[in-house]
């Protein structure tokens, strides 16, 4: 179905179940994304700007409609971790800036600059070779460049010598543009802000050292969803809003506000209603047996999905508002899990793999807790195979989008807009 002016499909589709398609979906609500932008907007004011995060396919929500949806809720950038996590975007239509905030390979720097890409540079050699490029594709408009700080992460990033250097270096070139310094926090979760302070200091000093030496470092920025739950003091000129912005807690030790709400639930159906003995045995392994005369669902959704085979008898899914607990190993495809005593079900009955309590579902959180990780590699492992439908504006989008398509063949021409 072609997009329409806004660049969304059509909507008019009243359930999820009217639409054709595998019935193990994602539902990602973007009034809800839009909603959670505008509010952490809210939060750091209007002399601050937002740079969602999207990458990891939008953290598993999908990165095109998330992009479009922050974009709609204010965000002023985008930032991703690749390249062509970048271009997918770009080949949807969006004209916003996108910083890519990893180190790339050279191979990568013609594709970034065709595709106006912001760049994250830590070195002099590195900022050399882009700065030849620029000269060798004879663009129009200089590269934009963000020049991150390593202040105590110890992961991407140059030391406060090596940062200002190639700040140096960036705004002396004509072919570039120094767009922005920042840091990134290593541990602005921890109950106390001793080392995001600390951080904040150093990324101050490569600040001060810029200033003197006349160079306007663009816009900085430092603060993730922790920094920005937990204080206005490192809002510089941008924060990079990534986990808040998707409805979901960085951290048990930061509470997210309540007007923040997560957007995505995961969704199934029954396909197949079994009938348990005692001494009956469920899937591989023979793990779970029945002990009285009871009921199983099937339901298509396994690990190959990203429904973790840690969750093998541990979870839960939501089944008519309540607990269903799986039976079992999680198999690749498929999880079994009981019906609790009392319950009528039949197939085609909806289930809600993730989702909220009032659904009898756990939340991403709760996976999360269930499978000692955190809700980000919940979200980042939902797999491509699953696909994605959305809410815009109140209405269900009718058509699916893969959730994780390979990003479209390079387009030399530039894109503007679809709106
Ligand atoms: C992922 C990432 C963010 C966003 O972090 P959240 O905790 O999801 O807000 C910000 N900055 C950088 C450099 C990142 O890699």
């Known amino acids: 179905m072609p997009p329409t002016r806004s660049g969304m499909p059509p909507t008019g589709v009243r359930s999820l179940w009217e639409l054709p398609g595998r019935p193990t979906r994602a539902l990602i609500d973007l009034d809800a994304i839009v909603a959670n932008t505008a509010y952490l907007q809210g939060m750091?004011?209007?002399?601050?700007?937002?740079?969602?995060?999207?990458?990891?396919?939008?953290?598993?929500?999908?990165?095109?409609m998330i992009a479009r949806a922050a974009v709609t809720g204010g965000a002023e950038q985008l930032a991703v971790?690749?390249?062509?996590?970048?271009?997918?975007?770009?080949?949807?239509?969006?004209?916003?800036?996108?910083?890519?905030?990893?180190?790339?390979?050279?191979?990568?720097?013609?594709?970034?600059?065709?595709?106006?890409?912001?760049?994250?540079?830590?070195?002099?050699?590195?900022?050399?070779?882009?700065?030849?490029?620029a000269e060798r594709l004879y663009l129009s408009a200089p590269v934009s460049c963000h020049v991150k700080v390593d202040t105590g992460m110890h992961r991407f990033g140059a030391e406060a010598d090596q940062a200002v250097a190639v700040a140096e270096r960036v705004s002396a070139s004509r072919r570039l543009r120094l767009d922005g310094v920042f840091t990134h926090f290593a541990d602005a979760d921890a109950p106390d802000e001793d080392f995001t302070a600390q951080q904040a200091s150093g990324l101050d000093a490569v600040l001060r050292r810029l200033h003197q030496q006349g160079i306007d470092p663009g816009t900085v920025h430092a603060a993730n969803s922790a920094a920005i739950l937990r204080s206005r003091r490192y809002d510089y000129g941008m924060v990079r809003a990534g986990i808040a912005l998707y409805g979901l807690p960085p951290s048990d030790v930061v509470p997210l506000p309540p007007p923040l709400r997560p957007a995505l639930s995961i969704r199934s159906t029954v396909s197949r209603v079994i009938d348990l003995g005692p001494g009956d045995s469920v899937g591989y392994g023979r793990t779970y047996h029945s002990t009285t005369r009871e009921q199983a669902v099937l339901v298509p959704i396994g690990y190959a999905d990203g429904y973790r085979r840690d969750l093998s008898s541990l979870g839960w899914m939501g089944m008519h508002g309540v607990r269903a607990p799986v039976a079992g190993r999680v198999s690749m495809d498929q999880t079994v899990v009981r019906v609790p005593t009392n319950l009528r079900v039949r197939g085609g009955d909806e289930i809600v793999v993730v989702g909220s309590s009032v659904?009898?579902?756990?939340?991403?959180?709760?996976?999360?807790r269930l499978l000692n990780t955190i809700p980000y590699e919940i979200v980042a492992g939902i797999a491509a195979r699953v696909p994605r439908y959305y809410i815009w504006r109140g209405e269900l989008l009718s058509t699916a989008r893969p959730g994780n398509a390979p990003p479209r063949v390079a387009s030399t021409t530039p894109l503007t807009d679809a709106s």
Request: proline share 6%.
């Open 44 to 64: 750091v004011g209007p002399r601050t700007a937002l740079m969602a995060v999207v990458k990891a396919n939008g953290y598993g929500h999908g990165a095109e």
């Open 81 to 133: 971790a690749t390249v062509d996590e970048a271009t997918a975007i770009r080949a949807a239509g969006l004209a916003a800036p996108i910083l890519v905030l990893g180190p790339i390979h050279p191979s990568e720097i013609e594709k970034a600059l065709r595709h106006d890409l912001s760049l994250t540079l830590c070195s002099t050699t590195f900022t050399g070779l882009v700065e030849r490029t």
């Open 359 to 368: 659904d009898g579902a756990p939340t991403t959180t709760d996976l999360a």
